[in-house]
């Protein structure tokens, strides 16, 4: 298997409701990244898990909770967001850096992305 | 801080050569390049590293010249599948265990046609 798989495709929200964005790979990735794309731009990193631990966060309001309940998983927490949050919303793993066919990088496999529009 | 990518769009003919440019003011220890067509998740094509070079696609080559912190991505007798945007991912240090910091230009889109 060497796909990221998220859900859901499309999310529509209200300021103050609370959804969840779903990732998972079983690739055996021990890293797991979340990006946020606007349209036309680049994916820009938001949080990145190594090993089901948090260990970079982007100064990402709290308003977005990330959350690795294991290492195939990892999902994003929305609440009370605004409607500049509308975005595709792309998950990302990578394997060990120490491990071929690419030793010493962290070369990404994303997934389709959640696009989500905030009302 | 966010690499230049160079030009910002290209349009070319089947068959016809093109060359994407991506560069940097700090040092970097490794430049990715990604393909992402519309509605679709970027997908790998090749990275570089600071003191090497790795080849991940068949029939896509890229450059890293680390003095100048810059590298190219060159796509030679294009094909129609070759059309999307073009994103240079580049990391300034390595990460410890297996986090990375990649940073993405801001794109270029190619466009080729029959």
């Known amino acids: 298997d060497t796909e990221v798989t998220q859900t859901p495709k499309h999310l529509v929200m209200g300021m103050t409701n609370k959804k969840s964005l779903k990732c998972e790979q079983h690739?055996?990735?021990?890293?797991m990244y979340w990006y946020k794309q606007k349209a036309k731009k680049p994916p820009e990193l938001m949080f990145v898990y190594s090993y089901e631990k948090l260990s970079i966060n982007e100064s990402v309001p709290s308003r977005f909770s990330p959350e690795c309940p294991n290492s195939s998983l990892l999902n994003l927490h929305l609440h009370a967001l605004q409607p500049e949050d509308s975005a595709l919303y792309l998950c990302?793993?990578?394997?060990?850096?120490?491990?071929?066919?690419?030793?010493?990088?962290?070369?990404?496999?994303f997934g389709a992305g959640s696009r989500l529009t905030v009302l | 801080q966010q690499p230049v990518q160079s030009p910002q769009a290209v349009i070319l003919r089947e068959g016809e050569d093109a060359v994407i440019n991506c560069s940097s003011s700090k040092a970097l220890y490794s430049v990715h390049w990604y393909r992402q067509k519309h509605g679709e998740a970027p997908v790998f094509l090749m990275i570089?590293?600071?003191?090497?070079e790795q080849k991940g696609h068949e029939k896509i080559s890229a450059s890293f010249n680390e003095k100048k912190q810059q590298s190219s991505l060159y796509l030679t007798a294009s094909q129609l599948s070759y059309s999307g945007t073009y994103f240079c991912?580049?990391?300034?240090?390595?990460?410890?265990?297996?986090?990375?910091?990649?940073?993405f230009g801001q794109g270029t889109t190619l466009q080729v046609k029959p």
């Open positions: 570089l590293l600071k003191g090497g």
């Open positions: 690739m055996g990735h021990r890293a």
């Open positions: 990302a793993s990578s394997q060990d850096e120490g491990k071929e066919p690419f030793p010493g990088a962290n070369v990404l496999t």
């Open positions: 991912g580049t990391e300034t240090r390595k990460g410890s265990g297996n986090t990375g910091k990649l940073i």
